[in-house]
């Protein structure tokens, strides 16, 4: 039995353990957060940590002697006849009794009673070399944060070969880095060298997805990524299009690309990825630059993912045509009782001719020919990996390897006149939603060339790898994008013969051109994939798992995107620097004119007052009976040539523009862009995620004043009122007519709810909560786990108010999903939205799926939904139901005073995860604070020349 003594041994090192547990949190803190006491940190550290070791060894010791106490009975009753006699150490008398013998009988109960304090000894022990490790952790931790922090705060060497002339280099207390050199040339290089310096790892990640080399440093898990990537070809046509590049274009290029280099030679200590991963980094080239923005296109050219949704519904589900369009219904137009119509980017006034006619969209989108060639697949494949897991996660598996990496969001901008603005110039807002990836996939930057021949003074987001700046505004104009949704993307069916080698092109057979990709794996054997093509066409995208186990004998699809079609020359890079350096808002229209994709929505204002809007892009002509809404197939029976092909493409003259609107304002939040009386077919799948709520309210918020000023443009950036709360009203009533006290009280909550699903409110998560069990009405007929477009839901819904006793099915699933979800809540407390649950996180794209989760990742509170123009999507499938997808970037621009201006990009500027500048930004954005948009009198945190 254990003494008093003994209780005093092990309680002392219990304590002793505690005080080093509380050293190593304390030092945890003082490492990331107080760096001026860093020195003594190191010191205080090792000392804890000797003490540390020293405190385990004696544990471990006094645990041996009391194991081998515990064992000698047993050895000595083996010995034959003889007596063992053991002196055990005066600290630990068991009960008087020093000697043991054969002649000792223990109890059973008193062996038990030794057993398990022994067992409590070792438990102890282990929790004491957890908290040794912990302190062992923060040293090494430490060690990492005064190397990484060495590299994050100067540059490894000032002197630079490839600069023509000197360039000095600003950073403000935040990092916002202002660079003013002589020439586009030092400027683009120095940008280069800064951003190497600040996210070198992202540069190499980026290259990697691109290129399909993801595998060789990750293993396996980047295997889906690389088979899309090789089998579209981004990196091949990301190198064809360098060609194409005027001069002016290609040197900015190459000198960004140099400057990185020149780092790259200089430093010697690389972050933290490269050390885990055991990579070492190679030669950044301009391909490695431009591949960033073909990953960009593919992320926001979101068709092709629908009209494989539609192929499945009809084909692998068996619903109509009819029914698949009901289930994913056009941009609501008109008005119903609980609202008016949603409002269209461009008025009838801005865009048609008088005598247009309004039928245009519903003539474009008539698919009642595609049942011709869908209903006889029907039965005969199938889209669904064959897998033991159930219909819904195949599934959601299937859009997996579409979704690029991840990058899918939404965006807001608006811009207001003068004639609605206190000042009497415009404000220009912006606010591009997009994964929120760790570190953020902007950087914030201010360019400014002083030479008299070469202008150059602007500021704003640019893109990690690429020169310049994609949002943001110069001495005369400002600029925002976001996504169109117009349709750059075609599926074809594929008629092939058995082996998989040919192909039928009307009555003849063609081979599929070939080419070998060989897909390097760490720590496994390498893979080799054929991709096949069309020609004429483009990549079959439904071979190696990439969207389906499609085998030979099966129905291939094959893709046609504007972004990879060799017959047009990519010329996207060019816009920017154009628009970077444009004097008006008529230059800058023009200067989209070698967009080719992504088609965005572009808002600009200028410094003389005008506001105006430009949609540019590659957009494909398609001949009568094509929507673009379900795969068609490469020929029809009866037809020898080809049908369904692109018939040219759009003029730019033709594409949808405005300037001055008479509305005064213009507010695009991926809702329809033109009205029914636009004579052209861009697309019949206007972004689909929105349906219009984020564009009505922006629209209300706008329209409640004309006395705007940045202050109200921050209100409405920062809104939290879902109107898609109002739009289920009416359901959600009709649902809580007679219901126990449990449900009333919910009811009551809701009913008496405003629709502001801001941080911490309780009606907000059982909105939502009610909203994600509505969701699932229609599961049976979709085979997935949740069917999430509003507008299907309403309608259907809709059914049981209108006419309750001929669809009783319906307001049956309405009273249970009511009923599912105040039982949840009825005997608990209620989850604080964006607080408990509803979280914004940041995913480190490599460190998430490692140990090292928690140093890459960041969380922050976070309120809003899909619906919301504060966005705040979130997967339903989640049991946190974290949010992933958000505001990326905002900007405010004050065109009365350019200094006024605000932007803010999200956790913060660094790459780097130990130092102070990875997430210092990231309260800020979850509280809508702002920094200063400065090109002038900015406060110098710290200056550094470089010199060639």
């Known amino acids: ?68 106490r515990f064992l000698l009975p047993y050895m000595a009753r083996k010995s034959k006849g003889k007596t063992l006699k053991v002196q055990v150490n005066s600290n630990y008398e068991d009960d008087g009794e020093e000697l043991l013998g054969l002649d000792d009988v223990h109890t059973k109960k008193t062996n038990s009673t030794k057993l398990v304090w022994i067992v409590v000894k070792i438990i102890l022990i282990l929790i004491f070399a957890a908290g040794w490790l912990m302190v062992i952790f923060n040293f090494v931790l430490y060690d990492l944060y005064k190397t990484q922090q060495l590299a994050g705060q100067q540059l490894p060497n000032t002197v630079f ?10 950073m403000e207390s935040d990092e916002v880095i202002h660079i003013e050199g002589s020439s586009m040339h030092d400027v683009a290089f120095a940008q280069g060298v800064m951003v190497a310096q600040k996210r070198l790892w992202q540069l190499e990640f980026q290259r990697r997805v691109g290129s399909g080399t993801l595998s060789a440093i990750v293993g396996s898990g980047g295997l889906a990524t690389d088979k899309l990537m090789r089998t579209l070809g981004l990196y091949r046509a990301a190198n064809a299009s360098f060609g ?10 190459t000198s960004y690309t140099a400057g990185i280099n020149a780092f790259l030679k200089e430093s010697v200590v690389w972050p933290l990825e490269f050390h885990l991963l055991k990579v070492t980094p190679k030669t950044f080239t301009t391909t490695d630059s431009l591949v960033w ?37 056009p941009f609501e137009m008109g008005s119903i009782a609980e609202r008016p119509a949603f409002p269209t980017v461009l008025q009838p006034e801005d865009i048609c001719h008088p005598n247009t006619t309004n039928a245009t969209y519903a003539a474009n989108c008539n698919n009642t020919r595609a049942s011709e060639w869908l209903k006889p697949l029907q039965n005969k494949t199938s889209l669904l990996p064959k897998t033991n897991e159930t219909g819904p996660v195949r599934v959601k598996k299937m859009f997996q390897n579409f979704d690029g990496i991840g990058l899918k969001g939404a965006s807001n901008n608006w811009v207001v006149h003068g004639s609605r603005t206190k000042s009497g110039k415009p404000l220009l807002c912006n606010d591009p939603h997009l994964q929120l990836m760790a570190p953020s996939i902007w950087i914030l930057f201010h360019l400014h060339v002083t030479s008299a021949t070469e202008p150059y003074n602007c500021i704003g987001a640019s893109f990690v790898g690429l020169p310049g700046i994609v949002i943001g505004h110069n001495s005369n104009i400002s600029w925002g994008v976001t996504n169109t949704g117009v349709d750059v993307q075609d599926l074809y069916i594929i008629n092939q013969t058995d082996d998989g080698k040919m192909y039928h092109d009307g009555d003849n057979l063609k081979k599929f051109d070939t080419r070998d990709e060989v897909i390097e794996v760490a720590h496994g054997k390498a893979e080799r994939i054929v991709v096949r093509s069309v020609d ?33 020359p990519d010329t996207t890079f060019e816009t920017f620097l154009s628009l970077n350096t444009a004097e008006s808002i008529t230059e800058a229209q023009q200067a989209l004119k070698t967009l080719v994709a992504p088609a965005q929505n572009f808002i600009f204002a200028d410094t003389h007052g005008n506001i105006g809007y430009q949609m540019p892009g590659i957009i494909p002509i398609r001949e009568p009976g094509h929507t673009g809404m379900f795969p068609v197939p490469l020929y029809t029976a009866g037809n020898k040539s080809r049908r369904f092909q692109w018939q040219g493409f759009h003029p730019f003259s033709d594409l949808p523009s405005v300037l001055n ?30 349906d219009g709520f984020r564009a009505m309210r922006i629209t209300d918020m706008i329209n409640a004043s004309k006395e705007h000023t940045v202050d109200t443009m921050k209100d409405i950036q920062l809104d939290y009122h879902t109107y898609l709360y109002r739009e289920l009203l009416p359901i959600f009533t009709h649902s809580c007519r007679i219901r126990e006290n449990k449900v009333s009280k919910m009811c009551h909550i809701l009913q008496t709810w405003d629709g502001n699903t801001s941080i911490g409110s309780t009606g907000a998560y059982l909105f939502e909560r009610w909203f994600m069990e509505l969701s699932k009405l229609p599961i049976n007929e979709t085979n997935t786990t949740h069917w999430k477009n509003p507008i299907f839901l309403r309608r259907e819904a809709s059914k049981c108010v209108d006419d309750p006793a001929n669809n009783k099915n319906i307001c049956d699933f309405l009273d249970k999903s009511l009923e599912i979800v105040a039982n949840e809540t009825h005997f608990g407390k209620i989850p604080q939205w964006g607080v408990d649950l509803h979280q914004a996180t940041f995913v480190h794209q490599i460190l998430n799926s490692s140990i090292a989760k928690c140093i890459g990742d960041r969380s922050v509170a976070h309120g809003g939904d899909e619906f919301t123009v504060n966005v705040g999507h979130f997967d339903f499938d989640d049991p946190n139901l974290g949010q992933t997808a958000g505001p990326s970037y905002r900007q405010i621009v004050d065109l009365s005073n350019l200094e006024n201006s605000l932007f803010l990009n999200p956790l913060g ?40």
């Open 661 to 690: 609107p008479k509305q005064g304002f213009i507010a695009t939040a991926n809702n329809r862009v033109t009205p029914d009386c636009y004579p052209k077919h861009i697309t019949c799948d206007w972004d689909e995620g929105s």
């Open 1 to 68: 039995m254990a003494t008093a003594r003994e209780y005093a041994v092990w309680g002392t090192l219990l304590a002793g353990h505690i005080l080093f547990f509380v050293s190593g949190i304390l030092l945890s803190y003082i490492i990331h957060h107080l760096y001026h006491l860093s020195m003594i940190c190191e010191g205080v550290n090792m000392i804890v940590g000797i003490l540390a070791l020293g405190h385990l060894i004696v544990a471990s010791g006094l645990l041996t002697l009391d194991i081998q």
């Open 244 to 253: 194409v590049l005027s001069k002016k274009s290609q040197d900015l290029l």
């Open 293 to 329: 923005a073909k990953i960009m296109s593919l992320d926001l050219s979101g068709n092709m993912a629908i009209e494989l949704d539609r192929f499945r519904l009809v084909v692998d589900q068996g619903l109509t045509i009819n029914r698949a369009m009901e289930l994913y219904p």
């Open 536 to 568: 004429g066409i483009g990549p079959i995208i439904t071979d190696y798992n990439l969207q389906a186990p499609y085998k030979y004998g099966n129905v291939p699809l094959a893709l046609r995107w504007v972004s990879i079609d060799p017959s047009i």
């Open 909 to 948: 500027q660094d790459g780097d995860q130990l130092n102070v500048h990875y997430d210092d930004l990231l309260a800020a954005w979850s509280q809508g604070e702002y920094l200063a948009m400065k090109t002038k009198a900015y406060p110098i945190a710290s200056s550094t020349h470089l010199k060639k």
């Open 161 to 170: 070969k490839g600069l023509s002339n000197p360039v000095t280099i600003n």
